[in-house]
């Protein structure tokens, strides 16, 4: 048997209020939710990145000559390409080796420069040493002096002959030790020794030595000094 169910009209007037309330209440309750979410969750910002950079590393260049320094590179004073021209010998037959000295304060040298010149060309004979060039520099030119005074008496030790060489305002001697021709000069503060090792070159080695030690008194010393160069 069907039942009828009947509503009166002050039940469905209540009924449809309560509907009414209900939609507006949930609203409300979404919307507090998304609230919520809103303030929990902020928007990402994307943080930029940079490329890591190496740094720059700059390297100081050697002093160079006559600028209050001695060289660190014998190069500076004597190419390994200007050295065969001077004495004869073939082009790129030479090698140059520098060795940087110590200050040595108990005879007043601030710098020492030590320049070996060998021929290393398989086409030249004999090979080996042919030039050992010292350089010195002082803290003044008593000390120069001194020190060169002390180079030639040792020098002179054993030698089998020495002269003073004639090389305008410098003081220069020449030894000669048994193969060997050593020329002891100084200038100002800088003493500069050269020893030439025996071979047929095409001047005598004192002249050869003479013409290279003006090269190398102009090139070390400096230009402000005063006294009249080599």
Known sequence: MAIARCTTGRARG???????RWPAAAVSGVALLVGVAGCGSPPMVAVPTFPAVSPTVTKAPPPEPGAGHLPTDCELIVGHDELPALLGLPVDSVTVRTVQGVPSPSVGRLERTDCTYMVTDPGVSP?????????????DVAAARDQHDRNVADQRGGASASAQSDLGAAAATVVQRGARTVLLTCYDAITVDLDLAQRPWPLPPRDLLTDLARRVLARVTPAESGRGRP
């Open 127 to 139: 090979p080996g040493v042919v030039l050992r060039m010292t350089l010195g520099k002082y803290v």
């Open 14 to 20: 209540r009924r449809r209020r309560r509907s009414g």
